[in-house]
């Protein structure tokens, strides 16, 4: 897993290395891995270095330094390089070795006749120190951009972004990987992040957050191969139950059973409306349904004998098409009185009440639905407030309802009421399609059927281990979608057939 830090965290991680000539130094590594980017993409397109044309839009700052320097290097290799100087004032020691090596300035108003033959621009305007409200030029989308540090106008911290910045083709970020560039909009605009050791390891703090990658699978999880689970019966391998669909969204019980089904859960009882028991019947004969008679004599073996209820129905996926109606508050309600642990999406968020319970629980919104939850919680929000924040939103409502939130989108936000948080990029944009979240729910409902949390763990460890299934979901759903991608147009269906390969190249 990859350790995310906020600017302000990396900014003070900096503070003692820049005593004596320590600026300099720092500057220089960024700048040689500025200009390393830099001829990697240059031997791309236009295939050269030598008479090859770049561009530079230079702030004032420090960040605009390392442009300068960078180019300095380029230049020396017969790079034709200008610095458009957009400050008052440029790093003197940098602009002054950028001059000495044959580059050439310019201003604002050259800058649209020298972008009608760049082959590269570097983006050295701002880094962490963004402005609020900062206007940027526009740069035609056929251009090679390399951002220095970040994609100028991303807010380091919260990944909120201006409507004028440049997006980047590569970002060459120093130190440690901003949260900015996980999360939000600063995600989609930052292209090919590549992180550069300047030597801040031994100042940065416990990190912001971590982003979870394919290979973590299994840490995640923390499974190790056993000989005893070769010996498994379904009992042991995770019992779901699943309270979902309605008349007017039947597919999406049909979803979520068939995404529950395609990762290997052991058994799959449900309860869905009549009009749909025949039809998960036909296409997903292996569930099992469970009647109301049976539903509540489980609940209430599970009052008398927690563990040999638990193993019966280890946890419980509802919401994805449930309406809102007097029954199935009643049926919820129940459950969410159970021991066993549950994540809860679509529908029945909005039939929660935020507190604090004994139940472990995952609730998955997108951004809608967590304005909604929120509102409920007497939190006032926007939909644009949790779009240039959301990792403190996320964190808000994990608090309010203390459970671990997974909030859905391009970078999903997996965070616990104490703030631990790992965060999961979409292999591929396909995954906003309709039905995908439900396919998601069934996948997180197979893992917390399967995983055993001992009652006499204490509350945050707990949750912890609850944001680490979260993410390894995301991850198997993830990587999925990429798979089904390949293939052509990717649809829930597209999506569920391609869960079993996933889970098994991820190591489930």
């Not at 004028?164 to 996980?182: E, M, N, Q, W, Y």
């Not at 029954?327 to 968020?349: F, M, P, T, W, Y």
């Not at 439900?438 to 281990?465: C, I, N, Q, W």
């Not at 869960?499 to 190591?507: E, I, S, V, Y």
Request: charged share 20%; proline share 6%.
């Amino acid at each position: 897993m990859i350790p995310v830090y906020t600017g302000s965290q990396v900014r003070t991680a900096e503070i003692p290395l820049l005593q004596g000539d320590g600026a300099n130094r720092l500057m220089r590594l960024a700048a040689d891995a500025l200009a390393h980017h830099a001829v990697l993409t240059l031997r791309e397109n236009p295939g050269r270095l030598y008479g090859a044309r770049m561009v530079g839009l230079i702030g004032s700052g420090n960040n605009g330094g390392d442009g300068l320097f960078a180019m300095a290097t380029l230049a020396k290799r017969g790079v034709k390089c200008t610095a458009v100087l957009l400050g008052e004032r440029a790093h003197p020691a940098a602009l002054e070795a950028f001059t000495r090596a044959g580059g050439r300035t310019s201003t604002v108003e050259g800058l649209p006749a020298l972008l009608e033959d760049c082959d590269l621009l570097i983006d050295a305007v701002y880094g962490t120190g963004v402005r609020p409200g900062v206007k940027l030029p526009e740069i035609p989308s056929t251009i090679p951009v390399i951002a220095c540090d970040l994609p100028s106008g991303v807010d380091a911290s919260t990944g909120a972004v201006p409507t004028s910045v440049i997006p980047a083709d590569r970002t060459v970020c120093f130190g440690a990987l901003k949260t900015g560039l996980t999360v939000g909009s600063g995600h989609l605009v930052s292209g090919h992040i590549h992180v550069v050791d300047i030597g801040l390891r031994a100042t940065l703090p416990n990190p912001e957050a971590w982003v979870a990658q394919g290979d973590d699978l299994e840490i995640l999880l923390n499974r190790s191969p056993d000989w005893r689970s070769l010996g498994r019966h379904k009992y042991q391998r995770g019992v779901l139950g699943l309270l979902a669909g309605s008349p007017k969204y039947p597919g999406a019980a049909v979803i979520t059973a068939r995404a529950a089904t395609s990762t290997g859960v052991g058994m799959l009882r449900t309860m869905v409306p009549k009009n749909i028991e025949t039809t998960l019947a036909a296409i997903v004969p292996e569930s099992v349904p469970l009647a109301a008679t049976e539903f509540n004599a489980l609940l209430a073996h599970n009052r008398r004998n927690g563990r040999e209820g638990a193993a019966r129905i280890g946890a419980w996926a509802v919401g994805p098409g449930l309406e809102d109606t007097a029954e199935n508050r009643k049926v919820l309600a129940q459950i969410l009185s159970s021991e066993a642990a549950c994540v809860i999406d679509a529908g029945a968020l909005s039939m929660i009440e935020p507190g604090e319970h004994s139940q472990l629980r995952i609730l998955t919104p997108h951004a809608g639905e967590l304005r909604s939850l929120l509102t409920t919680a007497g939190v006032r929000v926007s939909a644009t407030d949790i779009t240039e924040d959301p990792l403190r939103w996320a964190r808000w409502a994990a608090v309010a309802y203390d459970c671990v939130i997974l909030l859905k989108g391009s970078a999903t936000i997996c965070t616990s009421p104490d703030g631990y948080t790992l965060i999961v990029h979409a292999s591929t944009p396909d995954l906003a399609t309709a039905g995908s979240g439900d396919a998601l729910t069934g996948v997180l409902g197979t893992l917390l059927a399967s995983t055993y949390f001992p009652a006499e763990g204490e509350k945050p460890d707990r949750m912890h281990r609850l944001v680490d299934i979260a993410a390894a979901g995301s991850l198997i759903h993830a990587h999925a979608g990429a798979l089904a991608a390949l293939d052509g147009t990717l649809g829930a269906s597209e999506l569920i057939e391609a869960l079993p390969r996933a889970a098994r190249d991820l190591g489930l």
